[in-house]
């Protein structure tokens, strides 16, 4: 065996090492991401609002939910009866509402909630959709 065989040998190893560890720590950390999801999504279920699963706004909801990143620390300071897909949803729309205090989302986020399970196949909620997917 010559010495760059070794060496490949030695690379093969050591790349299909990597290649689990990082495996292994991709999966954690999405193990640790959908642990995380449900904790927060525990912090809204009281204001939960039923949305018919097979709607454009019931397949929209759970991409909305994964995307709680952009809700910022003092989310939960607004009581606001508001899901947590809905706060994500008026948060991407409308990046400059406030961040902390009571009445973040102001007085016409529950028409505006009301409007979309109202209307849950919108075509403007599948074209948010579509923008979330790409934006993965």
Not at 21 to 49: C, F, I, M, N, P
Not at 85 to 99: I, K, S
């Amino acid at each position: 065996m010559t010495a760059r065989h070794t060496v490949r040998i030695a690379l093969s190893v050591l790349c299909a090492v990597a290649a689990v560890v990082v495996g292994t720590t991709l999966l954690q950390s999405a193990a640790g991401d959908d642990h995380k999801l449900v904790e927060v999504q525990a912090r809204y279920r009281q204001w939960e609002r039923s949305v018919p699963a097979d709607s454009s706004l019931g397949r929209i909801k759970p991409l909305l939910e994964r995307k709680y990143t952009v809700l910022p620390a003092g989310d939960l300071e607004d009581k606001s009866p508001l899901p947590l897909w809905f706060r994500v949803y008026m948060r991407l729309q409308h990046p400059d509402l406030r961040t902390s205090g009571p009445d973040q989302y102001g007085r016409t986020a529950n028409r505006v909630l009301q409007a979309l399970l109202d209307e849950p196949n919108d075509p403007e909620i599948d074209q948010l959709a579509e923008r979330l997917k790409r934006a993965r």
